[in-house]
């Protein structure tokens, strides 16, 4: 229905022609004004465009990923179009929306459901379970005269933020009082800013500008150290490798520079993408693999010790990373596995050693894209937030914690038995024995079989639920969430700052082992 909303093209008969001849067996004569109509330029040939607008008049909602590796199926000569033999020979075989959905893989099938659910089914959000809340945020006002686009962390207690009016912030967050907090630093960039990266020690921001240029700022002074050069675009993503001795960025044309600190031209200079690359980061343990996410629907993962002239450096390639165009973060867990978001409504979790059967998590509940991705520093939770401003924190591997408090839960319950049968074999033997003891035991051996019961009760559910839900929600506004920073502090805590386009930040302080637990289904 959306799309017959669409202007027609001036040149195009009504598409619900071509859907009933597409939706039964055709003669050849038939598939020829078929196609025909599907070329309304005349050139013999039908494009990659054309072909998508046709799946989708057959209720196929497809990335322009997935009308690619439709395009790729059909196009058997491989010229990047399809003429009228390879038509002829396609839909002659395939005449129903479910012979085209079959060319889609299962797993991505299921992504392009839950929006389609989403979109057209009220009731369809009661299906996961609404979390509880968590703890009341701090409020920042900003006053930045523009919407935030980035908030990293300086250190324990400094947090920049950076809004797309060109401006970056210095706040720390122990002294936010008064009627209008004041930042202790700003500095201004002469162009808006897209993204915004800190060094690990708190020294220095980059940040990413709409000119294409890429400024380093001294945090002591406020004052801009370094212009960097490679960019002919604007910049829409920015990470320090861990040693700060690099840092890497990404344009609106697909492009990443990787910049030396200390020098002003890019060290290496690639095309990674053919969509804007909006977020970048390095694998932590050598810092070596950088991993780039797209609007373009792809996750890439380039090792920039083989980037060259002929060389783009890519290892692994995740296709279809969200089901409908386009990827908004993905970082890093460990060196096997990245976790992404985007505008399929939904995160995942992908083990880089077996793509074929798409992503080993989903995290399903958001009702809207997914814009803003963090991990904690230990990589046990994913907190997320939505361009309708729901923010919520996840259980990274809450399947694997399950599995491993069954089996503690399995080795006590054993223990207290074997406890239990000695005095029950005193007993059986006319040894003495206390019975206060015994009851004792008997006791503490029915606790731990309720609760091995109620553990592989919930692995049994989670054996059969494809997706995860949501640990807690964090109180946001109705606004997008542009991005999210985390930081573990010394007492234990962990501070979560969350930028949102109403020009505000939201902290809150949460102690995570407290939402370590495994909890009923």
Same mark, same amino acid.
């Given at each position: 229905q959306d799309f017959l909303k669409l202007r027609p093209h001036p040149h195009r008969r009504p598409w619900s022609e071509v859907a009933l001849l597409l939706r039964r067996a055709m003669d050849e004569n038939e598939l020829r004004k078929v196609f025909a109509k599907f070329d309304t330029d005349s050139s013999g040939s039908i494009d990659e465009s054309e072909l998508q607008d046709a799946m989708r008049m057959l209720g196929i909602k497809v990335s322009d990923t997935s009308a690619k590796k439709c395009l790729k199926l059909v196009d058997t000569d491989s010229n990047g179009t399809i003429e009228w033999p390879e038509f002829k020979a396609f839909f002659g075989k395939v005449t129903d929306a479910e012979g085209i959905?079959?060319?889609?893989?299962?797993?991505?099938?299921?992504?392009?459901?839950?929006?389609?659910?989403?979109?057209? %089914?009220?009731?369809?959000?009661?299906?996961?379970?609404?979390?509880?809340?968590?703890?009341?945020?701090?409020?920042?006002?900003?006053?930045? %005269? =523009?919407?935030?686009?980035?908030?990293?962390?300086?250190?324990?207690?400094?947090? !920049?933020?950076?809004?797309?009016?060109?401006?970056?912030?210095?706040?720390?967050?122990?002294?936010? +009082?008064?009627?209008?907090?004041?930042?202790?630093? *700003?500095?201004?960039? =002469? *162009?808006?800013?897209?993204?915004?990266?800190?060094?690990? %020690?708190?020294?220095?921001?980059?940040?990413?500008?709409?000119?294409?240029?890429?400024?380093? /700022?001294?945090?002591?002074?406020?004052? !801009?150290?370094?212009?960097?050069?490679?960019?002919? !675009?604007?910049?829409?993503?920015?990470?320090?490798?861990?040693?700060?001795?690099?840092?890497?960025? +990404?344009?609106?044309?697909?492009?990443?520079?990787?910049? =030396?600190?200390?020098?002003?031209?890019?060290?290496?200079? /690639?095309?990674?993408?053919?969509?804007?690359?909006?977020?970048? =980061?390095?694998?932590?343990?050598? +810092?070596?693999?950088?991993?780039? !996410?797209?609007?373009?629907?792809?996750?890439?993962?380039s090792d920039t010790r083989l980037v060259g002239e002929d060389s783009t450096g890519m290892v692994v390639e995740i296709e279809d990373a969200a089901a409908s165009e386009k990827v908004f973060r993905a970082l890093w867990r460990n060196e096997r596995e990245i976790v992404s978001c985007g505008d399929d409504y939904c995160t995942k979790r992908w083990d880089l050693r077996n793509l074929r059967d798409g992503p080993v998590c989903s995290y399903f509940g958001h009702v809207s894209p997914v814009r803003a991705l963090e991990l904690s520093p230990c990589g046990r939770f994913i907190v997320t937030g939505t361009t309708t401003g729901s923010v919520r924190l996840w259980l990274v591997d809450e399947q694997g914690l399950v599995s491993e408090k069954l089996a503690a839960a399995q080795k006590i319950h054993e223990e207290d038995i074997g406890r239990r049968d000695e005095v029950v074999n005193k007993c059986q033997n006319g040894e003495a024995f206390e019975i206060t003891e015994l009851k004792s035991l008997s006791a503490e051996a029915e606790k731990s079989q309720v609760e091995l019961d109620r553990l592989k009760k919930i692995k049994s559910n989670h054996d059969v639920m494809p997706y995860m839900q949501a640990t807690i929600a964090l109180e946001s506004p109705s606004m997008s969430i542009s991005s999210v920073a985390w930081r573990d502090l010394p007492d234990g805590t962990s501070c979560l700052a969350f930028g949102a386009y109403d020009q505000k930040v939201r902290l809150f302080n949460i102690k995570a082992d407290a939402y370590y637990v495994v909890e009923d289904t």
């Open positions: 959905k079959c060319l889609l893989s299962s797993s991505n099938q299921r992504f392009f459901e839950y929006k389609q659910k989403v979109e057209t %089914d009220a009731s369809f959000a009661k299906t996961f379970a609404i979390p509880p809340f968590g703890p009341k945020p701090k409020l920042l006002n900003t006053y930045h %005269d =523009d919407q935030i686009e980035e908030v990293v962390w300086i250190s324990d207690t400094l947090l !920049a933020t950076g809004s797309l009016d060109g401006e970056v912030k210095i706040w720390d967050r122990t002294n936010l +009082g008064g009627m209008i907090p004041k930042p202790i630093k *700003s500095f201004k960039a =002469d *162009s808006s800013l897209y993204t915004m990266a800190a060094s690990s %020690d708190g020294a220095r921001v980059v940040t990413g500008l709409e000119d294409g240029k890429v400024v380093e /700022w001294s945090v002591a002074d406020g004052v !801009a150290t370094t212009m960097y050069r490679g960019h002919d !675009a604007a910049v829409f993503s920015s990470k320090f490798r861990p040693d700060d001795a690099c840092f890497a960025s +990404g344009n609106k044309v697909g492009r990443i520079c990787q910049h =030396d600190v200390n020098v002003a031209e890019p060290v290496l200079s /690639w095309k990674a993408h053919e969509g804007i690359i909006n977020s970048v =980061d390095y694998e932590k343990s050598a +810092g070596q693999l950088l991993c780039t !996410a797209s609007s373009d629907s792809t996750v890439k993962v």
